[in-house]
């Protein structure tokens, strides 16, 4: 996994709450394997009409979001369905973090095994920083993930809170499977002593 | 004396191997389902070149991807969704999983043959890479869905790392009406809540109306939880919940039975318990309830009307709404009951068990429907029930079209059992988002009575019209 240590990047805003995994990831591309394509399914029904035509107004379209690598979006974003594919979708079209007043809780988790940072700010302030990504013609947003703190020039610096264990992990690019065998002893000793008593399982 | 412990917090403990630096917990997991989207989690490990550390705890069942039509491999129609179910089948033999596959009558959706065959238990951690696995927790077991990446880390370690989710309880006080589901009591506490009401909580249903559930209707209203935001939903076990898990195939037998039923005796919130948000919402008025709009939190009673943008303040919601209406194709200030509907779903991981049908059947039962109809069976084994008590021939004799292969079916549309672009649906499963039937399709949640009244009416209806003497 690629470490996440800072970021600055065009952003671009969704305001629009419940944004949800469906609408990230159509279920018709669930059956597709991950590869080079995976990115050209991200919201692929807001971004095209029933005729294949780009709808104008959904951000992706506009021109000046077309670079964009940070969303900041209404609330409970990425709510829904528990498929990892919407976050393989935003980090395969280039996105490393999204920011909003709350994300599903599957989303959220999913988000830290593919070294996409979601960010969790106050709804004022998120919509504040959607009216600046709106007002200006090329919005950057710089998010420095050791201080836990966001940039941008409508707010200046702005601290945020995230779970020191899911830091550690995005600034370490650490892989679960390998951490969670440092814990094999103590894995082993639970499986001894406290599945005894559990034996209908 | 010993701290108050809530039912969360007792089955936490129990399954806490350990607690890092940050605070989170790895948690040792019980019990967990696959099904034919996990093949990016079986490709992960396959990539490591690990082996499944418990194969015993892992059930793969295909169910997302099956035809409803029967389940011969030329039910599928679909080279691609027959290859994801031989790629579930191969991934199962090869790591020696347990495995429900085609033709065994065991074979259903996973969140309804999960407590039917007696794998999930209370007490008892349950995931699966699905997000409807909130449903298990109505047997009093801690049960949610994950991605991927942690389907792989299950199967590789039989963990998963967990901050503390926070707690919440829901109380449903008074009675419960007559012709109230238990989809209707699930519908009022989202919008009651919100969509988001219940992010990072894990929720605990409570009061006399939910202990007065049978189980399946619990495990409606668990299945809904996460449809409120929340991680999971759960219910304490109790009598109703032992009598209806004994004797199923995985449940414990003799002594072990004794043994686990004393155990689960244990497993209540502790009088003086506290949570961090507590909800109240009185049973009796409840009312038969549908959704409008493309969050299950856009719902209301089926007396209502379809809300107007005009009457909403705030700029940037009036134009969410307007949003909505617009994909709905409904008017502002139509009554519910006048919305006309293409086509009725009855079936999924909410509302597809032999009492939802029976409920079904009752409303169908001489009356003929007038919209094209689908009733899919949640497992093979209630597909079975439900012939034994001639549910199937009044479906049929009234028109509806009783499908003899049990899965998801209609509620996400990936086996080819679709809503066409703008047709209007009324569907007992739990999600009414944006294309979530197929694309542009618009989706009006009920529960199964309202449902199959809106079958034989041909508009959305309020199952107490339809009140026979």
């Known amino acids: ?201 | 004396m010993t701290k108050p412990k809530t039912l969360l917090d007792k089955i936490w403990k129990r399954h806490e191997i350990t607690i890092n630096p940050a605070g989170q917990s790895l948690l040792f997991i019980d019990r967990h389902f696959c099904h034919e989207l996990s093949f990016h989690a079986f490709n992960m490990l396959e990539k490591r070149k690990m082996k499944v550390r418990h194969p015993s705890r892992t059930i793969a069942v295909a169910d997302h991807y099956t035809p409803t039509t029967g389940e011969d491999a030329g039910d599928f129609k679909s080279l691609d969704r027959f290859k994801l179910y031989n790629t579930l089948k191969n991934n199962a033999l090869e790591h020696n999983l347990n495995f429900l596959g085609l033709g065994d009558q065991r074979r259903g959706i996973i969140h309804v043959i999960g407590p039917e065959q007696g794998f999930s238990l209370p007490g008892t951690t349950i995931v699966c890479g699905d997000s409807h696995t909130a449903t298990h927790g109505a047997l009093g077991a801690l049960a949610f869905g994950i991605g991927a990446s942690d389907v792989s880390h299950v199967l590789a370690t039989q963990t998963l790392w967990q901050p503390k989710p926070k707690k919440m309880r829901v109380i449903v006080k008074g009675f419960r009406p007559a012709y109230v589901s238990a989809k209707d009591i699930a519908l009022s506490i989202i919008r009651h809540i919100g969509a988001a009401g219940g992010t990072g909580h894990v929720i605990e249903y409570a009061g006399p109306v939910i202990s007065s559930l049978s189980i399946e209707e619990r495990l409606t209203v668990c299945n809904m939880s996460i449809e409120a935001g929340a991680r999971a939903g759960m219910i304490a076990p109790d009598e109703t919940t032992y009598k209806w898990i004994e004797g199923r195939p995985h449940a414990p037998k003799n002594d072990n039975w004794e043994e686990a039923v004393s155990a689960w005796t244990l497993l209540k919130t502790d009088e003086g318990a506290t949570f961090d948000k507590e909800y109240e919402i009185d049973g009796q008025l409840i009312t038969p309830m549908v959704t409008w709009g493309t969050s299950p939190e856009d719902a209301l009673p089926i007396t209502g009307l379809v809300p107007d943008p005009l009457e909403e303040t705030n700029a940037e919601k009036r134009a969410n709404l307007k949003r909505k209406l617009d994909y709905m194709g409904l008017k502002p200030g139509t009554s519910l009951t006048d919305i006309t509907v293409d086509r009725v779903f009855i079936g999924s991981c909410t509302n597809s068990r032999i009492e939802d049908l029976r409920e079904a059947a009752a409303v169908a039962k001489g009356r003929s429907a007038c919209v094209h109809s689908i009733v899919v069976p949640g497992s093979g084994l209630i597909k079975k029930q439900a012939e034994i008590e001639g549910l199937d021939k009044i479906f049929i004799e009234a028109g509806f079209d009783w499908r003899p292969a049990a899965g998801c079916s209609m509620c996400v549309g990936v086996n080819g059992d679709l809503v066409s672009p703008k047709e209007r649906c009324v569907s007992t499963s739990n999600r009414n988002f944006r294309g979530r039937q197929g694309p542009d399709a618009r989706t009006h949640l009920t529960g199964p009575a309202m449902a199959a009244a809106a079958a034989v009416t041909g508009k959305l209806t309020d199952v107490r019209s339809l009140q026979r003497n």
């Open chain 1, 1 to 201: 996994m690629v470490p996440f240590k800072t970021l600055k990047a065009l952003a671009a805003p969704i305001n629009q709450d419940n944004i949800d995994t469906d609408q990230i990831l159509p279920a018709r591309f669930l059956m597709m394997p991950r590869d080079q394509k995976y990115r050209t399914y991200l919201f692929r029904d807001l971004r095209e009409d029933n005729n294949g035509l780009q709808t104008p107004d959904f951000f992706l379209n506009q021109k000046k979001f077309s670079k964009a690598q940070i969303i900041v979006a209404g609330r409970n974003f990425g709510c829904g369905s528990s498929r990892e594919g919407a976050v393989f979708t935003l980090v395969d079209s280039g996105f490393r973090s999204v920011i909003a007043p709350s994300f599903g809780d599957i989303f959220y988790n999913n988000s830290f095994n593919n070294g996409l940072l979601p960010i969790v700010l106050p709804e004022s302030l998120v919509k504040e920083l959607q009216q600046f990504l709106i007002n200006e013609a090329a919005p950057e947003i710089t998010i420095d993930l050791e201080s836990e703190q966001i940039f941008c020039e409508a707010t200046s610096w702005v601290k945020f809170d995230i779970d020191p264990h899911r830091r550690e992990r995005l600034l370490k690019g650490l892989d679960m499977i390998d951490y969670t065998q440092q814990f094999g002893e103590a894995i082993n000793r639970y499986e001894r002593d406290c599945l005894v008593d559990k034996k209908w399982l």
